[in-house]
């Protein structure tokens, strides 16, 4: 039995990027013959974009070829006020008493609430009471893991407080094979659990599905696994963003324009790309900032690229110091290790550059 795990879709609009990748979601779902989706909350962005949606969700998850299984997540359980319809091949799992059968497989659910580790340790105790062992088990939940060491930043756009936090200790005892977790925006991650009977458990989050905010980066995942075995990363065709750093070096003997459209090269077709141009040029030599920051501008438009940032400095007046020259004839001669030389260097040329203000 196959399963395809997502979160954090944060659906707003419709049509939009994000629900683009809800639609390729549900394609691969069929493409693949899963027969469950799962949505580990934050679906929605807010409860008023799920009244909104509401009608063209009904639409999308009627007749599917499989389940599309909800969780409420901290930004749109608010509107999941109990038996909300979100179509005839979908079932929101608003209560922890009440998993979702699906052939050997239980689905539960641990939908949002504001508790703290105290009362989710709890609620996990009282649902490990109504798990069969024997079954292949599968939690959702949307929360903050606290192991993960991950920065507030990492989780999309949210306050200071903490949601529904668990330690990967919490789960221990839980007779479950899988928890299928959401909240945590940033990339897939994957934990493995002490094992049970002899089975492998495992703690997933996917990432969201295309990038909500400028720190989800890199190409979008979803988990696409079998019933009873490992996680796996299934990489998606959506909207996301790409960050790529040029950091220019005139002693490389490179033209930076040259190394800013090699940086360019390779973009996926739905990425929008975040430049950000480094280092330094010798502006006597050819094109000086200005001239430079316009080139990158017109060679990046065609890349559906946001404003790129530029942090590269001009530094003629070092590499024509004589003072300079010196130095760079010496370090030649005294280090042959090729990084560090290129360390010392960059340490001349900035106490160079604030020696001449
Ligand atoms: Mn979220």
Redesign the pocket.
Known sequence: MKILHT??L?LKVYNDERWQALQQLLDTGAAEQISLLLIS??LFDHGADLLNLQDRVRALFSSLPFTVLVLP???DYAAFTGGIYLGGSARVLDDWRQPFQCGAVTVWGLPFEPAGGAEILLRLREMAARMEPGQINLLLYHGELLDAFFSRRD??E?GSSRYMPARLAYFNELPCDYILA??F?TSYRVWTLPRQNGRERYFVYPG?PAS?TRRETGRRLANLFEAGGPPREYPLDTFHYEARLVKLDPFSGTDPVEQVRRALKNLHPQSRLLLTVAGYIDGSRGLDETALAAEVRRLSAGCRAAEPEFTFRDIRAVLHDDLFRNFLEKLDRAESDGERKKRLRELAVRAMMEAKL
Do not use: F, K, T, Y
């Open positions: 979160a954090d944060h909350g934050d997540g901290n930004h989780l999309g949210e959401g909240h925006h969201s909500v």
